[in-house]
């Protein structure tokens, strides 16, 4: 059906040549990249319409406004979604600014386009910041719109990028306002639908508009160092090449580029360096052709520069939760600098570039949304079913800023660890993410070297150090400021405990005394026939539970010690009282299973000891400490058997799915491709590695160790015959074990 066009059509397509706007026939040529049976039919269609429509609308820059729309298209070319999606760019904004209707564009392309369309500008009309009850209401509207169709929001997004990269033309208050929306709310939506080259592009934008000084002299001092730091790359890479050549992976991919200026700015602020001093201010980039080939890549890259410990991060078995996968690492390369080197498939950069879109990319014309396409954005549905309940718009619109788009706060170890949380997270969420112990004796905090208290919230890119004392204890108000579950659970089960090891004590003293008074005694009355048959009439499994009955009050002593000695006859005298430290483990055995559920941590808090690490499956043995329940140590451990006897109590691993850190010697042989093969073990055996520290002791030996986290001890065992079997493994070794 041929579309209706106004008369003056051939001046406005005549006005974008001389404008040289790209034609219809640049985009169809681009789209055929990527789509090389598309006909584009369509395509021109929507280009002619939109150009005729928006024919005499200018941009603030003078140009031919339809230049905009065009370059919105060339964006989500540059995305590879489908036709639909770059027709609805071309035609973004006829409905918000021509006389054309969301049902002219149904009647004359599609449904599909004018739905997107019709998203495109619900959305344009949202002011974030100070918002009125209308913009949120119509907000939550778009984002249960975009919930169904995730290309509303890409073609929202590359129309947002076109704008920044025109604010020039904007006032210094304008540019301002909507470089700060861009920045909180459209580049984090970009990262987090996994768009790496849109967050980089939105936030350098961002960074030119909202600290035009800084941005200039970083602009200046990039400018001025980049032969230098050319000729430094060019020569990694080169070394990278010879040396993955030499290894058989002549077909794998190097690049090294600078890293964007606002992740640089970033990095500037957070080690409070000047540029010149921000060594890996450019990245590397290994793309290989299958997933084997990058864990071969890395040995690789570990045998022939020296990796800094704790910088390997294996996205690839633990894909991030925007899907993007790679393997990490940061090692020593020349001239003494550190040198950060990403390892993916090319596969996992197309994700790593485009992150959802790269899903459209061999999807057909007209088909819905696959459901494993669906599943990248389900966060997006959850958000929405969590806020379901919250009827005030605007207090939605509040939860949808902190959880969709700035839900996670980026934090560093001292040592450069990255740790993420919920926003508004504090020092002691980062505290029990380190260990439970750092967090229950955790004192304060140095955030980038400043001293902060305990309860002031991380910002993204805060250097996080803990300061413990070791006689310091969790407080109960601490429960009014976390945002981690993690650190709400331990916290609760750490008050929990105290007040049971609190109830237990008071419980048996106050027994002790009952029975005194009645002339009998708590030995005794254990040994009383009617002992069992008092337990369960006071509905107690144990003799432990009755004493915290009591001790909480919730039994009355006296009814106890009646109903066991109805006559309270005195006979003969009570013996000596025994000290109750003393007597406890026994009346524990006497009473029941005394055992702590190690996995199920509900009732007990535990700690693995570190000397030891026993895993589930060991013989083990537990230890009462004061006030931070128990220490499990392996029953052989040298520190168990020389601890106080008198505050050993039997533990008993009890299931679960809980997971115990362990750590790994290997010894082998040196050479190139031994980390890959023995990470593929690990891997194999569903054993996340924790770290991984290689030392090469001469051209025969090295020594590789590894921390783990094995679900028990069949698990660990299986872990290492698999390595045993290994041609290049001289002896693996369990340490501590
Ligand atoms: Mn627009």
Request: proline letters at 5%; hydrophobic letters at 35%; a positive charge.
């Amino acid at each position: 059906m041929p579309i209706p066009l106004p008369d003056h059509t051939d001046a406005a397509l005549a006005e974008l040549v001389e404008w040289r706007v790209p034609s219809a026939d640049e985009l169809i040529a681009e789209m055929r990249e990527f789509l090389p049976s598309a006909e584009g039919t369509l395509l021109r269609q929507a280009y002619v319409f939109g150009a005729a429509h928006h024919h005499g609308q200018r941009r603030k820059s003078g140009e031919p406004y339809f230049a905009h729309p065009v370059a919105v298209a060339q964006l989500i070319l540059k995305l590879r979604l489908d036709e639909a999606s770059v027709c609805a760019g071309l035609l973004h904004d006829v409905v918000e600014d021509t006389e054309v209707t969301t049902e002219d564009v149904a009647t004359l392309f599609s449904d599909d386009i004018a739905h997107i369309v019709d998203g495109v500008t619900k959305l344009d009309k949202i002011r974030f910041g100070r918002t009125e009850h209308k913009q949120a209401e119509n907000f939550r509207k778009m984002l249960v719109a975009m919930s169904k169709d995730i290309r509303v929001l890409l073609i929202k997004l590359c129309d947002r990028l076109h704008n920044m990269s025109t604010l020039g033309a904007m006032r210094a208050e304008k540019q301002r306002r909507i470089s700060l929306e861009t920045l909180e709310i459209y580049a984090p939506l970009a990262n987090r639908l996994g768009i790496g080259w849109l967050k980089s592009q939105l936030e350098d934008l961002c960074f030119r508009y909202l600290y035009p000084d800084d941005y200039q002299e970083l602009k200046r001092d990039v400018g001025q160092q980049r032969a230098e730091r050319e000729a430094y790359v060019a020569k990694v890479v080169t070394l990278l090449e010879t040396e993955l050549a030499k290894a058989g992976l002549a077909s794998a991919k190097v690049y090294g580029r600078p890293k964007h200026l606002y992740g640089i700015y970033r990095k500037m602020k957070r080690q409070n360096l000047p540029y010149a001093q921000i060594y890996d201010a450019q990245g590397f980039r290994v793309l290989t052709a299958s997933l084997e080939q990058c864990y071969r890549a890395l040995g690789v890259v570990h045998s022939r520069f020296t990796p800094i410990p704790g910088r390997f991060k294996d996205y690839i078995a633990l894909a991030k939760a925007n899907n993007y996968q790679s393997l990490h690492t940061t090692v020593m390369g020349p001239d003494g600098q550190q040198v950060e080197i990403q390892i993916r498939t090319e596969q996992m950069h197309g994700i790593a570039e485009n992150g959802v879109a790269a899903h459209w990319r061999y999807k057909e014309k007209g088909k819905a949304i696959s459901p494993k396409d669906e599943e990248r954005f389900t966060w997006l549905k959850q958000l929405l079913e969590w806020n379901a309940g919250v009827t005030d718009n605007d207090e939605f619109l509040d939860n949808m800023k902190v959880d969709l788009f700035n839900d996670e706060v980026y934090t560093f170890t001292p040592a450069g660890d990255l740790k993420v949380f919920p926003r508004g997270a504090t020092p002691v969420d980062f505290a029990y993410s380190i260990h439970t112990r750092v967090g229950e004796t955790a004192v304060g905090a140095k955030t980038n070297g400043r001293i902060t208290t305990l309860d002031t919230p991380l910002r993204n890119g805060d250097v996080v150090e803990i300061m413990t004392r070791a006689d310091s204890r969790p407080s109960p108000g601490w429960l009014d400021f976390v945002k981690s579950a993690r650190a709400k659970t331990k916290i609760r089960n750490y008050i929990r405990q105290e007040q049971r090891d609190r109830a237990l004590a008071i419980g048996h003293d106050l027994l002790e005394k009952g029975f005194r008074r009645a002339g009998y005694s708590l030995t005794r009355a254990e040994k009383h026939e009617r002992w069992t048959k008092l337990l369960s009439r006071f509905r107690c499994q144990t003799f432990d539970e009755l004493q915290i009955q009591v001790g909480y009050g919730k039994l009355q002593v006296d009814d106890v010690v009646t109903w066991l000695l109805p006559d309270e006859k005195p006979a003969e005298p009570p013996p000596a009282p025994p000290s109750k430290r003393s007597r406890r483990p026994k009346e524990q055995r006497g009473a029941g299973p005394a055992t702590v559920s190690v996995a199920g941590i509900n009732d007990v808090v535990i700690r693995l000891a570190r000397c030891c690490q026993p895993v589930p499956g060991d013989d083990i043995t537990g230890f009462v400490t004061r006030g931070r329940g128990v220490t499990v140590h392996q029953y052989s451990c040298p520190r168990a058997r020389d601890a106080d006897p008198m505050r050993r109590i039997e533990v008993d691993w009890s299931g679960g799915d809980q997971v115990a850190p362990v750590k790994v010697r290997v010894h082998t042989g040196n050479s190139a491709g031994m980390l890959a093969e023995m990470t593929q073990r690990f891997r194999e055996s569903g054993v996340n590695i924790l770290q991984a520290n290689c030392r090469v002791l001469n051209a025969r030996k090295a020594i590789n160790e590894f921390e783990v986290e094995v679900k028990d001890i069949s698990q660990l065992d299986s872990v290492l015959r698999g390595l045993r079997k290994l041609q290049f493994v001289h002896r693996v070794e369990r340490v501590g074990g």
